[in-house]
């Protein structure tokens, strides 16, 4: 299932992506579901519900399109972003918030068509599913929501993003971090130090303190980057940064 939100403080102009949205659902095969919101403030509230694609008008009354886009991107790393604006002047603005594509409005259901299943088919290639027994059963996680995985003395917890309910949660494993590293690196999980395996799509930027070096991630959370291996990460982390810019312009 897809998760669409659909921002705009006119109601036409919502139905009519939503009416776009519906009539493709059986062509990509994969069942929508769409919320609508009027404002970046009511949308902002709902960022829990593990949104995929965010259709975002530029202008409205409060803060604008790209407002909003700047505080999703601080909660959210790789939702994709698809502005829908009037003023194609402000085309530019995307970069720094990583927009996938803009539409301008009267929207073309020819051009929607051919960016939103664009988006879908992004989506369903990062999912790449992975099986892991876990000590409560077997799951399949989709790599994207998996945030990365810790030492747990013999075992190794997994710590994931459950879009169902917003939260992070942590399933264990009984094999060591060793035994599943090949596994993860084969995703570009970096390996900061011993203990950790950690998804670069989750990261948000690598600081330092008192000349050590630290990967934040996206939940606020710094885990250590030993010095052998900091090379290592940065170009794990640099080469995620380029995979996650999708702007197009027509």
Not at 68 to 93: C, G, M, Q, S, Y
């Amino acid at each position: 299932m897809i998760r669409v939100a659909v921002i705009d403080d006119e109601n036409h102009h919502r139905r009519v992506i939503n009416r776009h949205i519906k009539k493709l659902q059986t062509e990509i095969g994969e069942k929508v579901d769409v919320y609508e919101f009027s404002s970046g403030e009511s949308l902002l509230k709902s960022l829990d519900k593990g949104f995929h694609i965010i259709f975002l008008d530029q202008k409205m009354p409060g803060p604008s399109g790209f407002e909003t886009a700047e505080k999703i991107r601080v909660l959210d790393k790789k939702v994709i972003i698809i502005f829908v604006t009037a003023i194609e002047e402000l085309w530019e603005d995307g970069y720094s918030v990583q927009a996938f594509y803009y539409l301008t409005k009267p929207i073309d259901e020819g051009k929607f068509r051919n960016v939103f299943k664009r988006a879908v088919d992004k989506i369903q290639e990062e999912r790449r599913p992975v099986t892991i027994q876990t000590m409560s059963g077997l799951f399949v996680f989709d790599i994207m929501d998996i945030l990365y995985l810790k030492k747990n003395q013999r075992y190794t917890d997994i710590y994931y993003f459950e879009r169902e309910s917003g939260s992070v949660k942590v399933e264990k494993i009984r094999n060591s971090i060793k035994a599943v590293a090949d596994q993860f690196e084969a995703f570009d999980f970096v390996r900061p130090h011993v203990s950790y395996l950690v998804n670069p799509l989750h990261i948000r930027r690598i600081t330092e303190e008192n000349r050590d070096k630290f990967i934040e991630l996206v939940t606020g959370e710094k885990i250590y980057i030993s010095r052998d291996r900091l090379n290592s990460v940065f170009e794990i982390v640099m080469k995620s940064l380029d995979k996650r810019t999708y702007v197009v312009l027509p």
